[in-house]
């Protein structure tokens, strides 16, 4: 079975540095996705970023990208020049390639909590 | 931008009784999901739903949970006799299976059981 952990409950940081969120995860699948979901306050979760595991290439988007380590297992979210509106539970994810109907499993999250 | 859309946003039951959160997935979409967070823990996988059935259910999806999709656009979450532990935020998603591996999630129903 797989799982996903996630080491830091909660996290603080002042505006406009950058945080590295932590994540690792337990598979023996080859193809697989993995995910950062954000949930604020509002309750929706919203997809931060995605990786393919058979891409090498660590995916961004703007502010945010991740370093993935596939041997390691490791997919880590850095976010770059953080903004209030970064405030929010962050959510590691994982799912299998082999189905499109498979389900996301999830980390326990990370309260990230960004000062002004 | 399409979007999944919950209802209700907060429901208060008493024990035993019997619940329907409903949601509307994004129209072309053909998967889709249940998950339940209780309050302060991770977000749990219930069950997901393709051609009108069930693909795969959790433990937690027990006798007393079911789901359909009555109408080819309402996919509903029932619990028979809720239970206190029951008390938890529910989120649908649904998934275009385009291939992304991308679940697009409602803002959830928060379910009180007193």
């Known amino acids: 079975a797989q799982t996903v952990t996630q080491s830091q409950p909660e996290m603080s940081v002042q505006e406009a540095e950058t945080v590295t969120l932590s994540c690792t995860y337990d598979t023996s699948e080859n193809n697989y996705y993995l995910f950062w979901y954000k949930q604020p306050p509002s309750r929706q979760m919203i997809l931060v970023i995605r990786?393919?595991?058979?891409?090498?290439q660590n995916a961004t988007e703007n502010r945010f990208s991740v370093n993935f380590q596939k041997a390691a297992k490791s997919f880590s979210l850095k976010i770059s020049d953080s903004q209030l509106g970064d405030t929010a539970m962050y959510f590691c994810a994982f799912m299998k390639r082999l189905n499109r109907d498979d389900k996301i499993i999830f980390g326990k999250g990370t309260r990230l909590h960004i000062l002004p | 931008e399409p979007e999944v859309t919950q209802t209700p946003s907060h429901q208060v039951t008493q024990m035993g009784q019997e619940v329907i959160l409903r949601c509307v997935p994004i129209s072309n979409h053909l998967y889709f999901y249940w998950y339940r967070q209780i309050l302060g823990q991770k977000v749990e996988f219930l069950v997901s739903f393709y051609n009108n059935e069930i693909s795969e259910k959790s433990e937690i999806f027990d006798d007393q949970f079911s789901v359909e999709r009555p109408d080819g656009s309402n996919f509903t979450l029932k619990i028979r006799s809720t239970k206190l532990e029951d008390s938890a935020m529910y989120f649908c998603?649904?998934?275009?299976?385009?291939?992304?591996?991308?679940?697009?999630f409602g803002e959830g129903s928060r379910l009180t059981v007193l």
């Open positions: 998603a649904s998934n275009g299976g385009a291939g992304t591996g991308e679940l697009f």
């Open positions: 990786q393919e595991a058979y891409k090498q």
